[in-house]
């Protein structure tokens, strides 16, 4: 069974602080992992994705560091603000464009 | 562009009724999705289609059905509605794969559905 398992469940950061989300998957198949990022009653947005061929990408703050021979990948989020408390999901693309999502990670950004 | 867009926003069943949650995309995409999110399990797909008149199963099926007669529209069917089916529903939408463009799933705003 295709499985991407996430941690932590939650978290909390000080402002200012670094945030880390970590996923791990089983399929060597996979070939795209986005990071969705979710507001209260709104629909999951697409933040940041890797391919499996890149180690690191970077987007302003957001950085997704990428280990293939662990098969995990991981979410930073540098001088973490109040406006970035959200849930996020990691994902990998599987066929026909489907997507496995982790559970997710309550993210909560203290002033 | 409205994106995607879903109806209704929130409803309540009894048990035992039957509804249909709405989901029209207006980019032309392809390939169109349903998940349901429960708290704390992410989201789990139920059905997805890759154009009109083709749907198939996701992971969580049972209990619901598709159709998709048209590019723009995917409605969700719940026939016989149980308590294990309340949930928030989102509806999402992407390009074809192979298309150059990365494979972005655009969501809607979710359906709250309760069930009692």
């Known amino acids: 069974q295709q499985q991407v398992k996430q941690s932590p469940q939650s978290l909390i950061v000080q402002k200012g602080g670094i945030s880390i989300i970590n996923c791990a998957y089983e399929?060597?198949?996979?070939?795209?992992f986005p990071w969705y990022q979710q507001f209260p009653g709104k629909g999951p947005a697409l933040l940041i994705a890797?391919?499996?061929?890149?180690s690191e990408k970077k987007e302003g703050r957001f950085t997704i560091s990428f280990n293939k021979s662990a098969k995990q990948f991981s979410l930073h989020i540098m001088d973490s603000q109040p406006g970035d408390s959200a849930t996020y999901f990691c994902?990998?693309?599987?066929?026909?464009?489907?997507?496995?999502f982790g559970k997710g990670t309550m993210l909560l950004v203290s002033p | 562009n409205a994106g995607v867009t879903q109806t209704p926003k929130f409803r309540i069943l009894k048990i035992g009724q039957s509804m249909t949650l709405q989901c029209t995309q207006d980019?032309?995409?392809?390939?169109m999705y349903w998940y349901r999110q429960d708290p704390g399990m992410g989201l789990k797909l139920i059905y997805y289609?890759?154009?009109?008149?083709?749907?198939d199963k996701g992971e969580v099926p049972n209990g619901y059905n598709v159709s998709r007669s048209t590019t723009e529209d995917f409605p969700l069917r719940l026939e016989l509605a149980a308590p294990s089916q309340t949930s928030v529903y989102f509806c999402?939408?992407?390009?074809?794969?192979?298309?150059?463009?990365?494979?972005?799933?655009?969501f809607g705003p979710g359906t709250r559905l309760l069930v009692l």
């Open positions: 999402a939408s992407s390009y074809s794969p192979g298309s150059g463009i990365q494979e972005t799933q655009y």
């Open positions: 399929n060597t198949a996979f070939d795209y």
């Open positions: 890797i391919r499996p061929d890149v």
């Open positions: 994902a990998a693309h599987g066929g026909y464009s489907t997507l496995t």
């Open positions: 980019m032309n995409h392809n390939y």
């Open positions: 289609s890759v154009g009109a008149g083709i749907t």
